[in-house]
């Protein structure tokens, strides 16, 4: 639910590239027409979108660059492009290849098991010049970064312990215990063994059933175990998994909770101006490096380039206006 909450405005955005600056490009206009082409057209854009945002799972996420030349295109001509933004997953890195000294990244180490490898594992180095890294909460030269769902581990651990020790409790306590009687002093061996039988069999299989004799007793005991109490406790776990990411509107309405409508939308802008700055990183990283090599391959070095920008994400502004007008 978290994920969703977060990942779902992103992608539901409006994101576009603005021309440069006509003053300092002259031919703006075509410069932005020619990236937007490679960036909707040449890649699936909503599964690269995607792929991107699977940095708030891990931390980062990774991408390499795989160009190709087109010719004679009808409108833009011969140009450079994209034959793909290729997602490299986040289980398979497994070293970063810092400049000791700018601690800029030069190279990712990527542990490779498949058909080209001929069923053995191989390590492949990927060059930083041909690599999108998209990283949430980086400090210093650390490209893993910091995922937002370690804050909320321990109540996820917690939970999960929880949920399973309802299971068992329902489980145990559906049909009840057996408690057999044995006679002292009037039975035998055998009769012992067969009465420990009938009472294995009533548990385990549905159709079980007891037939005993006269002198021999059997009850069935029920437990006091409540699944609501341990309900209660999953459902504040679930709470501080909220609070974790500020997503406190979620809350409202849910297990009896309440709340004004004025509360849930205070809250709910909070948030989604907080998940603003994830499009940020993405856009930031396709306007620093992307945009910028692709624009000097087909125009040569420029003032300016065009930039990405997404907006939409929490557009209280364009609600104001309407009804202002």
């Known amino acids: 639910m978290l994920m969703n909450a977060v990942m779902n405005p992103i992608k539901a955005g409006c994101w576009e590239f603005e021309a440069a600056d006509e003053t300092e490009v002259p031919d703006a206009e075509a410069h932005k027409a020619l990236i937007e082409y490679i960036a909707k057209e040449q890649i699936d854009w909503e599964t690269h979108l995607h792929e991107a945002l699977t940095m708030l799972i891990f931390g980062f996420s990774l991408f390499e660059i795989v160009n190709n030349v087109v010719f004679d295109h009808p409108k833009f001509g011969t140009f450079n492009g994209l034959k793909g933004l290729a997602f490299r997953s986040q289980k398979t890195i497994q070293r970063w290849i810092v400049d000791s000294g700018s601690g800029d990244l030069k190279s990712v180490e990527q542990w490779v098991l498949g058909d080209l490898s001929l069923g053995k594992s191989t390590i492949m180095t990927m060059l930083a010049d041909f690599l999108l890294v998209f990283t949430t909460q980086k400090e210093g030269d650390n490209y893993e970064g910091i995922s937002p769902l370690r804050s909320m581990y321990g109540a996820w651990f917690r939970k999960n312990l929880y949920l399973k020790i309802m299971g068992i409790g329902i489980e145990k306590n559906a049909i009840g215990i057996p408690l057999g009687t044995i006679p002292a002093g009037k039975h035998t061996k055998q009769q012992e063994e067969a009465f420990e039988a009938v009472l294995q069999n009533f548990t385990d299989h549905e159709s079980g059933y007891l037939t005993v004799p006269e002198g021999w ?109």
Do not use: C, H
């Open 217 to 325: 007793k059997v009850e069935i005991l029920n437990n006091t175990f409540d699944p609501t109490k341990v309900k209660e406790i999953v459902v504040m776990e679930n709470a501080e998994m909220i609070n974790s990411m500020v997503a406190n509107f979620l809350a409202l309405g849910m297990n009896g909770a309440s709340g004004a409508f004025a509360l849930g939308t205070d809250l709910s802008d909070v948030f989604l101006s907080g998940i603003q700055i994830y499009a940020n990183i993405i856009a930031g990283v396709w306007n620093r490096k992307l945009i910028p090599t692709f624009g000097k391959l087909n125009f040569g070095e420029q003032m300016a380039y065009p930039k990405l920008k997404v907006s939409g994400i929490n557009d209280t502004a364009g609600n104001a206006l309407s009804e202002v007008i």
